[in-house]
């Protein structure tokens, strides 16, 4: 606990705002970023792993198929990971979007583990495709999606795992995230 509030960016010293710069920005996930899986399964007691299965069986229960994912505030990808896992058909896809390069880069290899490529694509968006469909992450915030995504094909599910809590306009990102459901298009 101490290492990760040592790592926390410092709030400013003037009088605090509702909203400080740095919140939701990313930036001190990106600075925990190698610690991030670890430090989720100590705190959690391994429970991270059922938590986010368990996530994906219930959201992906009823539905359109194949499925399209969109996984907000997505992380190290240990959502899109296991999505891939649990559906493995060529035709389904994900997205995932968060604010943290150090976290975004912390992805191919999970997703794409014969990936050799060690060059980090962010900040921007990328493209991985695997045998179990195809995943595009893209860096930004839920609350104001990079272009990209809201050019998407839509999605016909949506999650956020951990990350709700990180969010600050959390209306704007559920506004967001309705838009981007093909049923609400």
């Not at 790592?7 to 600075?31: H, K, N, R, Y």
């Not at 499925?67 to 559906?87: K, M, S, W, Y």
């Not at 962010?122 to 045998?131: D, K, L, Q, R």
Request: charged share 15%.
């Amino acid at each position: 606990l101490s290492l990760l509030l040592s790592l926390s960016p410092s709030s400013p010293s003037a009088s605090p705002s509702p909203s400080p710069p740095w919140l939701g920005s990313g930036s001190m996930f990106t600075t925990i970023s190698r610690y991030y899986d670890l430090t989720n399964t100590i705190f959690t007691f391994s429970q991270d792993a059922f938590w986010r299965r368990r996530l994906l069986n219930m959201t992906l229960a009823s539905g359109p198929s194949p499925p399209r994912l969109l996984d907000g505030a997505t992380g190290t990808c240990e959502v899109l990971r296991d999505f891939v896992g649990l559906h493995p058909d060529p035709e389904s896809s994900a997205a995932g979007v968060d604010p943290s390069a150090g976290m975004l880069n912390r992805c191919p290899g999970k997703l794409s583990p014969s990936s050799s490529s060690s060059a980090a694509p962010f900040p921007g968006s990328a493209e991985w495709s695997s045998e179990g469909g195809n995943v595009t992450l893209y860096m930004g915030s839920l609350s104001d999606p990079p272009a990209e995504l809201l050019s998407a094909e839509g999605f016909t599910h949506a999650t956020v795992a951990f990350g709700m809590r990180n969010i600050p306009e959390r209306e704007a990102a559920a506004c967001a995230v309705h838009g981007l459901l093909v049923a609400c298009r």
